[in-house]
């Protein structure tokens, strides 16, 4: 079985992911308890923590995770959507209360591959609804 962390969150004026750092937070506290162990060894590789280091921390996994929603949702929202100013990045702007019909629900998974012979050995993977 593969393992993984994962959120679900959802949109606020399609620009905004509502309490996006409380998810960034989980997902980072979820990679922290989750030792990612080969087959016949008991403990996770010094590799394998360094691979992970970056995206066990809040701080150095938010970009990531901030760089792919602004993705994910440019494409959902295709020319629907513009997110053409700077500030103007999904969950750091300033939302106003209320939720609209046109919201997206999303769902983010972080997975590692042990078996990979890559240089990619991190996935992270955004679905929208």
Same mark, same amino acid.
């Given at each position: 079985? *593969?393992?993984?962390?994962?959120?679900?969150?959802?949109?606020?004026?399609?620009?905004?992911?509502?309490?996006?750092?409380?998810?960034?937070?989980?997902?980072?506290?979820?990679?922290?308890?989750?030792?990612?162990? @080969?087959?016949?060894? @008991?403990?996770?590789?010094?590799?394998? *923590?360094?691979?992970?280091?970056?995206?066990?921390?809040?701080?150095?996994?938010?970009?990531?995770?901030?760089?792919?929603?602004?993705?994910?949702?440019?494409?959902?929202?295709?020319?629907?959507?513009?997110? @053409?100013?700077?500030?103007?990045?999904?969950?750091?702007?300033?939302?106003?209360?209320?939720?609209?019909?046109?919201?997206?629900?999303?769902?983010?998974?972080?997975?590692?591959?042990?078996?990979?012979?890559?240089?990619?050995?991190?996935?992270?993977?955004?679905?929208?609804?």
């Amino acid at each position: 079985m *593969t393992k993984g962390a994962y959120t679900g969150a959802r949109t606020v004026q399609k620009t905004c992911v509502f309490d996006l750092y409380g998810h960034i937070d989980r997902l980072a506290y979820s990679l922290n308890g989750i030792k990612f162990i @080969s087959e016949g060894s @008991s403990e996770e590789t010094k590799k394998t *923590t360094e691979d992970l280091q970056e995206f066990r921390t809040s701080k150095t996994l938010a970009p990531y995770i901030i760089n792919i929603l602004r993705e994910g949702m440019k494409r959902y929202y295709s020319n629907d959507l513009k997110i @053409s100013a700077p500030n103007q990045i999904p969950g750091m702007k300033k939302c106003q209360k209320g939720i609209s019909a046109n919201n997206a629900k999303i769902t983010i998974l972080i997975t590692y591959s042990i078996k990979v012979n890559r240089k990619k050995k991190v996935y992270i993977l955004g679905h929208q609804l």
